[in-house]
């Protein structure tokens, strides 16, 4: 999956450890995300699109290697 976190967190103006502080996470947790290493959960993908005040489709994007099943 890829994502724009990056992008709207510099937007925002928050460093990678002020966006892990805001949401109770490591900057661990906010690099490997970053880089596409980790997948947020569900809860966790929301809260960060309220953040952001967008939608969690605009900051996540499946690609075809997301689906186990052909389409």
Known sequence: ???NVAEY???MGYSQDKLAEKLGVSRQTIISIE???YNPSLSLA???AELFKMNVEQI???EDKDYKHPK
Do not use: A, V, Y
């Open 60 to 62: 996540f994007i499946l």
């Open 46 to 48: 929301m809260i960060l």
């Open 9 to 11: 967190r510099k937007k």
């Open 1 to 3: 999956m890829k994502n």
């Open 35 to 37: 880089k596409g290493r």
